[in-house]
């Protein structure tokens, strides 16, 4: 099939690389030319396991190719993608402009009948929208239909082309059969197409996102009972999870949760229930995720005293998640603010979000060239990512590098009987002495 993507960013990119690596000729269009020219080198703008490579075979077999001529890439393409930004608002609601503003460009550049899919996380009833606004513009026949993403950063290419299902919402049947088509190379063990209407797709996207969301801030709330109690909540957690009606994924205790979706989403599912409907539960969602971005700080200020001015803190892990260099919403720029509000010097190390924390920071703080640089003098080590090359590191090298034996440990990834016996002071979340 030939394919149009509009938005070259994360959700766009991954979906226009996968759909060329199942054998369609795909363009991917940005407004961005630095962005596009990066792009047509075979480099890709984000960090992704295994996307700059899909990239650079598919730009090779000549089935991907990058633009910023909107016109022409939907004109050469039966379905068009509309994977542009939708950011938060003040009022916590979803900003569609970009969607609104592509999908008029898309309509006045139609010559013919387009399928034309949302894959942009938008407020439930924007199909409706486009559908009504390309009409206003078009003579051409044309179906709007909502295909939401649920792909995890780390992870994306994986989820894209094995997706636990596909979501397809519309009500035009050759819309709805030709995007089958193209999804089936994808589902080939059985896993469901699910065709709905436009308002359910859009729904299912954000209750999805808040409610893994819900499962993160509840397992941080059982934490911080645990440590109340003297329970552990390492173990309280495998027991939760063998429950096959809770299962064992997003129960993890630790810092809370950050990127680019289940905050913003979160946020725009409070914001579509005003005034009328109060989502009581899903505000303490994000409550409990605010407040336990500070939880680790709270250790520190414990440890040391409220005067941090005379300590410099080791940082192992920048990005939100392991796996992306993505740190928006991170719990990292909360905890590193916080230091440095109380006077503390940093020395950071992240294995891939370097860069993006030099934009955030700039020169307030260090920045190391390898993990255990980052130790050199100082008086404790944060962990607050759990990148796997923090997993297993030499705890001797480490003892001798630090001022004082002391880790707090911000994703629970450490023993803590182990730690102990080798003279560490150790500190984690929810878990016992912890």
Not at 75 to 96: C, L
Not at 337 to 351: H, K, N
């Amino acid at each position: 099939m030939n394919i149009a993507v509009i938005g070259a960013g994360y959700v766009g990119l991954v979906a226009g690389t996968c759909f060329a690596e199942s054998g369609n000729d795909v363009i991917c269009v940005d407004v961005d030319q630095e962005k596009v020219s990066l792009l047509k080198s075979g480099k890709a703008p984000i960090y992704e396991p295994g996307l700059e490579e899909l990239v650079r075979r598919n730009l090779a077999e000549q089935r991907l190719s990058f633009t910023t001529d909107l016109t022409d890439a939907a004109r050469q393409s039966s379905i068009v993608f509309i994977a542009v930004g939708t950011p938060q608002k003040e009022d916590g609601r979803a900003d569609i402009e970009q969607v609104l503003n592509t999908a008029g460009s898309i309509a006045r550049a139609m010559d013919g009948y387009k399928v034309i899919v949302n894959k942009s996380t938008v407020p439930v009833g924007t199909v409706d929208r486009v559908q009504t606004l390309i009409a206003g513009i078009t003579h051409h026949p044309f179906a709007v239909v909502s295909n939401p993403e649920f792909l995890k950063e780390g992870a994306a290419i994986e989820d894209f082309m094995k997706p636990d299902r596909v979501v397809l919402g519309g009500g035009d049947p050759e819309a709805i059969a030709r995007l089958k088509e193209l999804y089936e190379p994808f589902v080939r063990t059985g896993n469901p197409i699910l065709v709905m209407d436009a308002r359910s797709a859009e729904m299912s996207k954000y209750a999805s996102n808040a409610m893994l969301a819900t499962k993160i801030s509840f397992i941080n709330e059982i934490a911080g009972l645990c440590e109340k109690v003297g329970a552990d909540v390492e173990e309280v957690r495998r027991a939760m999870g063998l429950d096959r009606r809770i299962g064992p994924h997003f129960i993890f205790a630790g810092l809370g949760y950050g990127g680019s979706c289940f905050p913003k989403d979160t946020r725009a599912v409070i914001a579509m229930g005003q005034p009328e409907l109060d989502l009581h539960l899903l505000r303490a969602v994000e409550e409990v995720n605010e407040r336990q971005k500070r939880v680790l700080l709270d250790k520190v200020k414990t440890h040391f005293g409220p005067d941090l001015s005379s300590r410099t803190f080791a940082l192992w892990g920048l990005s939100f998640k392991p796996r992306t260099n993505d740190m928006r919403e991170a719990p990292s720029i909360v905890v590193i603010e916080s230091l440095l509000d109380a006077g503390a010097r940093i020395q950071a190390y992240d294995p891939e979000a370097m860069p993006e924390a030099r934009k955030i920071f700039g020169d307030r703080i260090g920045y190391s060239s390898r993990n255990y640089d980052a130790l050199n003098g100082a008086d404790a080590l944060l962990v607050l990512t759990e990148w796997n090359e923090f997993r297993r590191p030499n705890f001797a090298t480490m003892k001798k590098l630090l001022k004082s034996p002391v880790l707090f440990d911000g994703r629970n990834i450490y023993d803590s009987t182990d730690l102990r016996k080798l003279g560490f002071t150790y500190y984690s979340i929810g878990r016992k002495d912890g």
